[in-house]
């Protein structure tokens, strides 16, 4: 009875634990707060940091210590407000380093071009993300964007502002990422893609999901 009784109470911590490791879905924002405790390769500038960083690595640990998501900001890129003003820039790698701070396609972008300058062999690309719409204080919030690299083989992402620091991988496939990242979430995939640049008119083809990918 005793012994029952304990695998009863053991059922329940694990799936209480899978339900906090469950994302909040409703935003791209981090699960938590920034990590002052993480050791970083401190630059006084972009130019500096390029000269000291040498890898995904050391990208990965500033941006845990450092990054900041700006919701505001999120807004004003969302699918509406878009659909209203279009004249609205991405921060440059640089400006990001300065700013420390933006949304998600900024912080990709800052991941991408710098493993680019420090470590081209590991062939960063863009990954975007389209989910389920989902409407926010009356904005529509579809596109999500993280950035990727090709270790040993192999395909790992960060510069993701849901956990920024975090590296994931190494998967064999972008496809096999993107089934964990929909558990993750907790949002529907509608597409994904991966690409050179976030820019429009450099899109590659979105990768529609069929039904017989998914788990």
Avoid at 72 to 88: G, K, V
Avoid at 175 to 190: H, N, P, S, T, V
Wanted: aromatic share 14%; net charge positive; proline share 5%.
């Amino acid at each position: 009875m005793f012994k029952g009784f304990v695998f009863f109470i053991l059922l329940f911590l694990a799936g209480f634990a899978g339900v906090l490791h469950a994302a909040e879905p409703s935003s791209d924002a981090p699960e938590y707060a920034r990590d002052s405790t993480v050791l970083f390769k401190a630059a006084d500038s972009y130019e500096h940091a390029l000269q000291i960083w040498k890898t995904p690595e050391d990208i990965s640990a500033w941006i845990a210590h450092n990054f900041s998501y700006n919701m505001a900001r999120a807004m004003r890129l969302s699918e509406t407000q878009r659909a209203i003003n279009n004249d609205f820039s991405i921060y440059t790698p640089s400006e990001f380093f300065t700013a420390k701070g933006g949304v998600c396609v900024d912080l990709s972008r800052f991941g991408v071009e710098t493993l680019r300058s420090i470590d081209p062999q590991s062939d960063p690309k863009y990954l975007m993300i389209e989910f389920a719409p989902m409407h926010v204080a009356w904005n529509t919030l579809r596109l999500h964007w993280l950035a990727s690299f090709k270790r040993d083989g192999r395909t790992c992402f960060f510069a993701d502002s849901k956990r920024p620091g975090h590296i994931a991988g190494p998967y064999k496939d972008t496809a096999e990422f993107i089934r964990d990242y929909e558990q993750y979430r907790g949002r529907r995939i509608l597409a994904f893609r991966e690409a050179e640049s976030y820019q429009k008119h450099q899109r590659a083809r979105a990768l529609k999901l069929q039904a017989s990918d998914k788990p």
